[in-house]
């Protein structure tokens, strides 16, 4: 399977190992070939809707399946994962929370139904928010969790030259320093 445009910017992996220490236990939402380097350093566990997309790196997966939610129908998003499976299986007491799924074409603000799931104190790491939902995403955490956001370009572009963005949300971000 061919993943390589699956995958965190280089700078968002960057970060990660700069900030977290080797060991830390990262959850995330959504699987690709950023999950097959983190799994080097870090204990990662996958929540994964794509049976296609289970077991391609050495983490813990959690297949949960998308399903309705309420405020992805408002958003005009398809669904978002089955909260039922995430509850029974996702590991709580983490270090740090990436949201790089489900896909753009499926929609991700259904994580605003379910805020309960995250772990207090952690920083989270929202990826491409250079697109609509996903800075729509971001501000819905940002005003709901009162954290504040500090946004990194990549180097990589999107295919209308739109460089690509990520978000780390932090209780400790202030006017964008650490």
Sequence with gaps: M???????????LSYIVENLPSGSRILEFGS?????????????????????WLNIAP???????????????????SGWYDIDVIRRHSPF???FV???GPPGDIGRRGLLAHLDILPPDVD?????VDREDE??????????LG???????????????????????SKTTSEGNR
Excluded at 32 to 52: A, F, M
Excluded at 157 to 169: C, N, Q, Y
């Design 2 to 12: 061919n993943i390589d445009g699956w995958m965190l910017p280089p700078e968002a």
């Design 32 to 52: 690709g070939n950023g999950s097959i380097t983190l799994s080097e350093s870090y204990h990662v566990t996958s929540i994964e809707h794509d049976q296609l």
């Design 59 to 77: 983490v813990k997966y959690i297949h949960a399946p998308i399903v309705d939610n309420k405020v992805s129908a408002q958003c005009g998003e």
């Design 93 to 95: 007491d983490v270090d």
């Design 98 to 100: 990436i949201i790089d």
């Design 124 to 128: 989270l790491m929202v990826d491409d």
């Design 135 to 144: 800075r729509a995403l971001m501000e819905g955490l940002v005003e709901k």
């Design 147 to 169: 954290l504040a956001p500090k946004i990194f370009e990549s180097g990589l572009t999107r295919g209308d030259g739109t460089p690509r963005a990520f978000a780390i949300l």
